[in-house]
């Protein structure tokens, strides 16, 4: 305190109100700073769409000629743009794309073998982007061990908790990366057997973050937290070295200002002192003694002693 009354009456009014203005609107600005840094941060190193779960609806062509059956391969459409105008896919992050099948576990599912599912992604113009394939079958339990699960789950099968189904998961790509200039928009995948019986499939998109996507994607307000905090302590720390330099060349200047006013002010004194001593003692005036007033004597001492001296010098001439 007692150095802030000392800087405070080192400054006039006008510029402490000045410097009192600029200090508030630099700590505005570094606030702000920091917050908006802290936002932006995320829309700078996150995918528009980090993740994308739906459910695939197979389509297929039925025949005609006997009223019934499937004559077409069964094929699910997925649009890769969201309802608000935002891609799928973010050029430069890798994703992953995995579909989960639900095989029920039936007669025809058990003597289809091995079967091919393919996935391919399409672009503005429809032109095939890229195209992935993957083989698999329906994995077959001995008859003892669906004996067994069937006793075991009895209850669940008899309340409906529970089916026998088999789930199958393809992993299509686990490294996918977008193209800049001719961007996904549509993605079909196609089940190429027609005797497969599927009770649901999904299809999941995952975006593939590094160490420092993963902290602002899964702990968003510590993430933004920490870079506020981060980016204040920075800025305010120019800051603080700013005002700690102005605020020295400043008081710096205030005190050669004194110490230069306080010569001045010695050396007119000096003068004036020098100005005394040099006045020489012949042009002292001469005041006739007062004698009518007892006890006092207006003849300066000096110029006394000195008539004092000349009567003697008279005397001794004289004799």
């Not at 997925?78 to 891609?87: D, K, N």
């Not at 200039?181 to 549509?186: L, R, S």
């Amino acid at each position: 305190m007692k150095l802030l009354r000392w800087l405070v009456t080192l400054a006039p009014v006008e510029g402490t109100v000045k410097n009192v203005c600029l200090l508030a609107s630099n700590v505005v600005f570094v606030v702000g700073s920091a917050l908006i840094f802290a936002l932006l941060v995320r829309h700078w190193w996150l995918p528009t769409v980090s993740s994308l779960h739906t459910q695939l609806n197979f389509l297929f062509d039925t025949c005609q000629q006997d009223l019934g059956g499937i004559c077409s391969f069964p094929t699910a459409n997925i649009s890769l743009v969201t309802a608000y105008g935002e891609r799928v896919f973010t050029p430069g992050t890798a994703y992953s794309i995995v579909v989960d099948l639900t095989l029920v576990d039936c007669l025809e599912n058990k003597h289809v073998g091995l079967f091919l599912t393919t996935l391919r992604l399409f672009g503005d113009r429809g032109n095939q982007l890229v195209a992935f394939a993957r083989s698999s079958m329906f994995r077959h339990r001995a008859g003892i061990f669906q004996t067994l699960r069937r006793f075991v789950f009895l209850p669940f099968y008899l309340i409906g908790w529970t089916n026998e189904v088999e789930p199958l998961r393809l992993e299509f790509a686990s490294q996918y990366y977008e193209k800049p200039g001719d961007p996904a928009v549509t993605l079909l995948v196609e089940l190429q057997n027609k005797v497969l019986v599927v009770e649901s499939a999904e299809l999941s998109i995952e975006a593939q973050f590094g160490f420092v996507q993963s902290f602002l994607h899964y702990w968003p307000l510590t993430s933004a937290f920490f870079l506020f905090i981060t980016v204040l302590a920075c800025l305010g720390g120019v800051s603080m070295l700013y005002w700690t330099q102005k605020s020295a060349v400043y008081v710096f200047h205030r005190l050669e200002e004194r110490a230069s006013v306080r010569k001045v002010r010695r050396e007119e004194a000096a003068a004036v002192e020098r100005g005394r001593n040099e006045l020489v003692k012949e042009e002292l005036p001469e005041c006739p003694s007062v004698s009518s007033i007892p006890g006092w004597d207006v003849t300066p001492n000096e110029i006394r002693r000195r008539h004092a001296g000349k009567d003697r010098r008279k005397g001794e001439r004289s004799t």
